[in-house]
Structures are given as structure tokens and as C-alpha cells.
């Protein structure tokens, strides 16, 4: 089984500034098959990345995913309200299909 | 567009069973593989399942193998989720999810969830 770890596990920042979260995995995704989610409470979560770096309709340019292997990176510049929410990332390579344990994007 | 109605959640005893269904529609039911995804409560996200557009392969998350079991029904748009001895930490939303097709098993949509609670 795959392990995602994502840090940090909270990240306290204001609107307009810039948002780095990190998902790291314990042995390498298969063909970049990772995905990125944001889950606001009371609701189900939104895809926001596929592919490591693909982003899904309707999402942003100012949100963006990078990585590779076992490092992988959601960046999202010049945060908005909509912006502060829990974000998950998944690996799609092998199953079991697991989830990280999440990053909380927290207004300061 | 895209909808996905999980039902049959509710109060269950440890050791009693459960069926959760989900009622799929907006796109074309029998291409594309679906899973189980629950959230215990103030918790993260955990994959519970995956099945096969045509059913022909499913997958288990180790937690819940042997007690668990995905169907569907392509005649029905419908996605099943037997849940038998069950225990406390089995208490969860649960969502059904769609993926891509292929390999592709990340989810562009998801239903609503149906809380299950699992106590005496």
C-alpha cells in the first residue's frame, strides 16, 4: 500500500498570499497518477488536479500541480476567500486508491 | 450534468449489516468504473472500494475486505455497497464516486454521502 503524507498540516496564510502543500508518498506513483481534492465542511470534495499537474474544468490557473515519483506540490498564488478549505491528495497508480491525511488551509 | 444520490445510510447495531445505494445519472452509466469513498466524522478521506464498469474486477481497501461487498446494476444506474459485521469504527459518510475510465480511478464526481452510524 501506498502511504501519503502531506504537509504541514495546517497552513495559516492571508488572502492574495501564496500556498505551497506538499503530498509525499512512500514508494513512487505509477505515471503520475495523482490528484489533488479540496472539501469545504458539510461538503463533498472537488477534484482540482489530476495527473500530477492537469487541472480539472472549471479550475483557476492560479492553482497549480507539480511533481513526480514520490514529490508531489499543489500551489495555489494569490488565495481567495474560496481558497481556505482541507485539501487531500490521492495516488490512482495502485490500489488500494489512498488518500493523504490532509493540509487545512486556514485564513491568519 | 452529473448526479450521484447516495441513499440507505442510518443507525445499525455492531455485528448488523447495511446496504448503501447510489443512484447515478447524467452520464453514460455502464462506461465508467465507481467506488466508495467514507469520511469518518472530523476525519480524512479513505477509499473503500472500486468496480469495474461491467463489473468484471473490484478491488477492496484491506480495512473492510471479506465484510464488504460492491455491485451494480447497469440496467438500474445503480451502485451498490453490502456492509455486513459491522463494527464502531466502520461510522462514516460514505460516498459514492465516479472515475474516469481506465486507469483513470480519480473522481470528477461525487454524491452528496449518506451517514452511516454503527452503535448500540
Known amino acids: 500500500e501506498i502511504v501519503l503524507t502531506q504537509s504541514p498540516g495546517t497552513l495559516s496564510l492571508s488572502p492574495g498570499e501564496r500556498a505551497t502543500l506538499s503530498c509525499r508518498a512512500s514508494q513512487r506513483v505509477s505515471s503520475s497518477f495523482l490528484a489533488w481534492y479540496r472539501q469545504k465542511p458539510g461538503q463533498a470534495p472537488r477534484l482540482l488536479i489530476y495527473?500530477?499537474?492537469s487541472r480539472a474544468t472549471g479550475i483557476p490557473d492560479r492553482c497549480s500541480g507539480s511533481g513526480s515519483g514520490t514529490d508531489f506540490t499543489l500551489t495555489i498564488s494569490r488565495l481567495e476567500p474560496e481558497d481556505f478549505a482541507m485539501y487531500y491528495c490521492?495516488?490512482?497508480?495502485?490500489?488500494?486508491?489512498?488518500f493523504g491525511q490532509g493540509t487545512r488551509l486556514e485564513i491568519k | 450534468q452529473v448526479q450521484l444520490v447516495e441513499s440507505g445510510g442510518g443507525v445499525v447495531q455492531p455485528g448488523g449489516s447495511l446496504r448503501l445505494s447510489c443512484l447515478a445519472s447524467g452520464f453514460i452509466y455502464s462506461h465508467y468504473g465507481l467506488h466508495w469513498v467514507r469520511q469518518a466524522p472530523g476525519k480524512g478521506l479513505e477509499w473503500m472500494a472500486f468496480i469495474q464498469y461491467d463489473g468484471s474486477d473490484k478491488y477492496y481497501a484491506d480495512s473492510v475486505k471479506g465484510r464488504f461487498t460492491i455491485s451494480r446494476d447497469n440496467s438500474k444506474n445503480t451502485l451498490y455497497l453490502q456492509m455486513n459485521r459491522l463494527r464502531s469504527e466502520d461510522t462514516a459518510v460514505y460516498y459514492c464516486?465516479?472515475?474516469?475510465?481506465?486507469?483513470?480511478?480519480?473522481?470528477?464526481?461525487w454524491g452528496q454521502g449518506t451517514l452511516v452510524t454503527v452503535s448500540s
Open positions: 464516486a465516479k472515475d474516469l475510465g481506465g486507469y483513470q480511478h480519480y473522481f470528477d464526481s
Open positions: 490521492q495516488q490512482y497508480g495502485s490500489s488500494p486508491f489512498t
Open positions: 495527473g500530477a499537474s
